[in-house]
């Protein structure tokens, strides 16, 4: 059984006899997946070791926003996947890539393995054509951190649900620090109200909270605790609303019955703008993250989430429309800004966009 993520490579199919890979994103189908291993073992003992194999990647990079399988394209792609898995097709499989891995063979591909070689590649062929049919359905806008914040803030004017938006660069759960403030910064620049952000990692500023008490005004500079480019401490002015110990079980169905441990943590408010403050790193995947602490998500107008989809399988069924920003973060969406050596040449760095060309030559060798 694979993550949905998986860079297949062609030694994955031929080493393997049978693969499960998650059919979403967010993941809320782990044990699903391990029973369809299991039942692949199972067919194997009873019907033999699988005589065929493929193996194709689709010729793009997909950023990891996009690959949310709730909406089209992906989720059309892993339920052509899923029907696929008849007859002489043991399992049909795809994994949607991992961009900010540098290996020659990352991004979007297909595994098959079966008892008919031309049932295999007639299954593995046909949902390759599907993804390449698909490519400009992956091209989606990503809106900077103020063109994020004013659109939400005019369609939460006349909304009953949030606007969700998500600070997708900085998402610990892809490398992120937790800790930046470019949405911080746009939120209260355009005066944004009944907005709430989490989860902001800052050791020493929830410390101070919890050191000056509920109710209380403490000036600080909050995040920016980590050194990155164009990412600065936001100094400013603000109430203490909220205290806890950062303790909570997450009762959302991504993370369904995960033991949280955020270290102290306090809800900082300045104008009307809340922000949840940890010491410890946490991708904004669950609902509890705020409720723990005293916020209703649902009463909010503006939510901003640092997480980059897995967000979506408890946040999207509360929001009224959810936005993609692009704030200074250590998770790059946009695949150009990366320094590959090993990719292999000729693959388009975004749907639709450039195709990658190495330094050299030999640093593609590596990894094939």
């Not at 490579?9 to 059919?23: K, N, V």
């Not at 009873?46 to 010729?59: E, L």
């Not at 002015?237 to 303790?247: A, I």
């Not at 989430?305 to 069924?317: N, Q, Y």
């Amino acid at each position: 059984s694979l993550d949905y993520h998986a860079n297949l490579t062609p030694a994955m199919a031929q080493l393997t006899d049978g693969m499960a890979i998650y059919y979403t994103y967010p993941h809320v189908d782990r044990p699903q997946a391990g029973s369809r291993a299991a039942k692949i073992l199972s067919t194997i003992l009873k019907r033999g070791m699988p005589t065929a194999r493929a193996f194709h990647k689709a010729g793009f990079l997909n950023p990891l926003n996009f690959q949310c399988t709730l909406v089209e394209p992906s989720k059309g792609i892993v339920e052509r996947s899923a029907q696929g898995e008849t007859g002489d097709v043991l399992d049909l499989c795809y994994g949607a890539g991992f961009p900010p891995a540098d290996l020659y063979w990352c991004g979007p591909g297909v595994v098959a393995h079966g008892y008919s070689q031309s049932a295999v590649d007639a299954a593995a062929q046909g949902l390759l054509k599907h993804i390449a049919d698909m490519e400009k359905e992956f091209a989606q806008p990503l809106l900077d951190p103020d063109t994020a914040v004013r659109e939400a803030m005019a369609i939460a004017a006349h909304a009953s649900r949030p606007v969700v938006i998500a600070d997708t660069q900085d998402n610990p759960g892809c490398g992120g620090n937790g800790d930046t403030t470019g949405m911080l910064e746009a939120l209260v620049r355009n005066g944004a109200q009944k907005a709430a952000l989490c989860v902001l990692t800052d050791a020493k500023a929830a410390q101070k909270a919890h050191a000056a008490g509920v109710g209380a005004e403490i000036t600080i500079d909050l995040g920016g605790c980590m050194p990155y480019p164009g990412v600065q401490p936001f100094h400013g002015t603000f109430q203490v609303s909220k205290l806890s110990n950062g303790r909570f079980v997450c009762t959302g169905t991504c993370v369904n019955g995960r033991e949280a441990n955020l270290g102290p943590t306090a809800l900082l408010t300045i104008g009307g703008v809340s922000v949840v403050v940890a010491s410890k790193r946490m991708q904004a995947y669950d609902p509890d993250i705020f409720r723990h602490i005293g916020v209703e998500p649902t009463e909010q107008k503006i939510l901003v989430l640092k997480s980059t989809c897995h967000f979506r399988a408890d946040f999207e069924p509360l929001a009224e429309k959810v936005l993609v920003a692009v704030a200074p973060g250590a998770h790059l969406v946009d695949a150009r800004q990366y320094p590959y050596k090993h990719l292999r040449a000729g693959v388009r760095l975004e749907p639709l966009g450039p195709a990658f060309q190495p330094r050299t030559e030999a640093a593609t060798s590596v990894q094939r």
